[in-house]
């Protein structure tokens, strides 16, 4: 069984500052898969970033990183030099590789203030 | 590359009535994926095929909503009959296989009356 908490149900920052998106994690699965997809107003589901449990070193993407603490079940990501088109729902997720499930938090709505 | 495509994108209907809704994956990807996503909700799996085999249905109200994936390929999600709460948007999703990247589609906004 897998649960994800994202205990920030909005957070705001400020154009071409940095925010840190909280998630914890709870899983059964000895190897699993960790991601952030972002959801815009009415636009469909993208990837943002992916996390390999087994890899120590954290997952970089442009301005998108990750800080990942595998014995505290954390899995924050970070937004650097935030823009307008930042602005959206991120979902913190995990996935087994056993049969790709992913089980998703509940949210985050970021704003991003001009 | 395109995408996953879903019809219809909006639906209105009222309870008691059958609604169905058709996802059309990407290209060669085995692994096929419907989620309802209430508003303000994380998504959650409704049920999951690989190739045309179901993997996981265990979320699945299987009283009214039923799917299938036949030849592998497109897949449709059938309610039969809807109720007030199941009034959530539809995504379908899609993967090469079972640990690579979900890319998903626009989704279908169901409201029920």
């Known amino acids: 069984a897998q649960t994800v908490t994202q205990s920030q149900p909005e957070m705001s920052v400020q154009e071409a500052e940095t925010v840190t998106l909280s998630c914890t994690y709870d899983?059964?699965?000895?190897?699993?898969?960790l991601f952030w997809y972002k959801q815009p107003p009415s636009r469909q589901m993208i990837l943002v970033i992916r996390?390999?449990?087994?890899?120590?070193q954290n997952a970089t993407e442009n301005r998108f990183s990750v800080n990942f603490q595998k014995a505290a079940k954390s899995f924050s990501l970070k937004i650097s030099d935030s823009q307008l088109g930042d602005a959206a729902m991120y979902f913190c997720?995990?996935?087994?590789?056993?049969?790709?499930?992913?089980?998703f938090g509940q949210g985050t709505i970021l704003t991003v203030h001009p | 590359e395109a995408g996953v495509a879903q019809s219809p994108r909006y639906k209105i209907i009222e309870k008691r009535q059958s609604v169905a809704f058709w996802c059309n994956p990407i290209?060669?990807?085995?692994?096929l994926y419907w989620y309802q996503q209430i508003l303000g909700q994380g998504p959650k799996l409704l049920i999951q095929?690989?190739?045309?085999?179901?993997?996981?249905d265990s979320q699945l109200p299987k009283d009214r909503f039923s799917a299938e994936r036949l030849k592998g390929v497109d897949s449709t999600l059938k309610i039969q009959p809807a109720k007030l709460e199941d009034s959530a948007v539809y995504l379908c999703?899609?993967?090469?296989?079972?640990?690579?990247?979900?890319?998903f589609g626009p989704g279908t906004r169901l409201t029920v009356l």
């Open positions: 290209s060669g990807h085995a692994t």
């Open positions: 999703a899609s993967s090469l296989d079972l640990v690579n990247e979900q890319f």
């Open positions: 095929f690989q190739n045309n085999g179901v993997v996981d």
């Open positions: 996390q390999e449990a087994y890899k120590q």
């Open positions: 899983t059964s699965e000895s190897d699993y898969y």
């Open positions: 997720t995990s996935g087994g590789t056993s049969y790709g499930k992913l089980t």
